[in-house]
């Protein structure tokens, strides 16, 4: 079992910066698993915004935060971070970290099928 806790969410204006961390705890390290982030805006569905292989070589984004967003893990901390650049309004959401044992494979990785556990979430809001 992995529990998922996410930090760092915030009010913030646009254009400012925000960085999201994910602790795992719980009897599984990790160090194997690919790791995502995913948000929900209210009134919508839960989206894909990052994944990264268990390596940490391997990142794949939404295009909607590519170049804004980048997502970075340190296994020896069994810490994922998501740092948010340029932030917009329409970043706003419940951001929720998420991990999963399956093999990498980018299309899976944008799947919330694709992933075992989850956290709360934690709340970013960016104002105009």
């Known amino acids: 079992q992995v529990q998922l806790v996410e930090s760092g969410g915030g009010l913030v204006q646009a254009g400012e910066s925000l960085r999201l961390s994910c602790a795992a705890s719980g009897r599984t390290f990790i160090s194997s698993y690919t790791m995502g982030w995913f948000r929900q805006a209210p009134g919508k569905e839960r989206e894909f915004v990052a994944a990264i292989k268990f390596g940490g070589i391997s990142t794949y984004y939404a295009d909607s935060v590519k170049g804004r967003f980048t997502i970075s893990r340190d296994n020896a901390k069994n810490t994922v971070y998501l740092q948010m650049n340029s932030l917009k309004p329409a970043d706003t959401a419940v951001y929720y970290c998420?991990?999963?044992?399956?093999?990498?494979?980018?299309?899976?990785?944008?799947?919330?099928?694709?992933?075992?556990?989850w956290g709360q979430g934690t709340q970013v809001t960016v104002s105009s």
């Open positions: 998420s991990a999963g044992s399956r093999p990498w494979i980018p299309h899976i990785a944008t799947m919330q099928a694709g992933y075992d556990y």
